[in-house]
């Protein structure tokens, strides 16, 4: 039977740092003669491999792409010119709830006033004005740190109002849910 040959190194100790809805941060001691690490992220319910870096030069990262209000165990290996080394211990991990657009809208004359809590990690923000279960308006607003915004309404009467987040995930860019005000 075939072997893989392993790097004879120490094992990188992971230590958890922040966490959001859809990252967490992790960061490691540094190990002697490694070129490299690898991060494994294993999702605990399900026991599933579901993210696994490579990072060079670095020790540290953010893993992105997670799931809200999941657990994780994650563990690092150095590497050699790419023989890896044993992985480290695995160390559980958390991400946290999603953070709700909590969308308040008010309503004078022609104009609709939207209001907002601001996401982490939002970059941009796309308000839905909605009669009769069209889509009557779209006003995309990109500032990231914008907390209200009022779009015209030609007839307000039985409209609903909603919002959609967009949030920065490593290269991606992730949508939340429609969040509703009435």
Known sequence: AA??????????????G?????????????VDGANGYFVQVTDKATGAVVRVAH?????????????????????????????PATYSA?????TTAESALALNVTVEGK?????WTKPANAVAYYLY???????????????ADATSFVVWVPDADGCTY?????TQAGASVVYSPMQFAN
């Open 111 to 115: 104009e609709a006033t939207f209001t």
């Open 162 to 166: 909603g919002i959609i987040a967009a």
């Open 129 to 143: 004005v909605i009669k009769n279960e069209q889509i009557v308006k779209v006003a995309g607003v990109f500032d």
């Open 3 to 16: 072997t893989t040959a392993k790097a004879v190194f120490t094992t990188p100790t992971p230590v958890i």
């Open 55 to 83: 990072v060079v030069d670095a020790t540290s990262t953010t893993i992105y792409g997670l799931t809200a209000e999941t657990q994780y165990a994650i563990a690092i290996c150095a590497h050699k010119v790419g023989v």
């Open 18 to 30: 922040a966490a959001t809805a859809t990252t967490i941060d992790v960061s490691w001691n540094a």
């Open 90 to 94: 695995a160390v559980d991990a958390a």
